[in-house]
């Protein structure tokens, strides 16, 4: 399985971006993100139906994940971002196909290489 992420950039707080994840199959999708001398850390999960979904506290009603509706995409998950802040700042990954806990970071199968988001005026 391979996944590319991208969408990263520079934005201004308050701005949005959206990241994409593309997989080579169809598989539960969760993105995790790493801020400066942090840990990586959860930030949400769709299922391979493309609900129910979840996500980390601070980024609920702020970030959307979901699923290309295109048929010729239906591997694509995305991470539409809005009302960015300066601590979303992070290198941002996708990972799949994971086994038990999806907000843990052990229990993937699958990562992408990241993107990085800068949030920052």
């Known amino acids: 399985v391979q996944l590319q992420a991208s969408g990263g950039g520079l934005v201004q707080p308050g701005g949005s971006l959206r990241l994409t994840c593309e997989a080579s199959?169809?598989?539960?999708v969760g993105w995790f993100r790493q801020g400066p001398g942090k840990e990586r850390e959860f930030v949400a999960f769709?299922?391979?139906?493309?609900?129910?979904?979840?996500?980390?506290d601070s980024v609920r009603g702020r970030f959307t994940i979901s699923r290309a509706s295109r048929d010729n995409a239906r591997n694509t998950v995305y991470l539409q971002m809005d009302s960015l802040k300066p601590e979303d700042t992070a290198v941002y990954y996708c990972?799949?196909?994971?086994?038990?806990?999806?907000?843990?970071?052990?229990?993937?199968?699958?990562w992408g290489q990241g993107t990085l988001v800068t949030v920052s005026s």
């Open positions: 990972a799949a196909d994971p086994e038990g806990d999806f907000y843990s970071t052990t229990k993937y199968k699958y």
């Open positions: 769709i299922t391979w139906r493309g609900s129910p979904t979840y996500y980390r």
């Open positions: 199959e169809r598989y539960a």
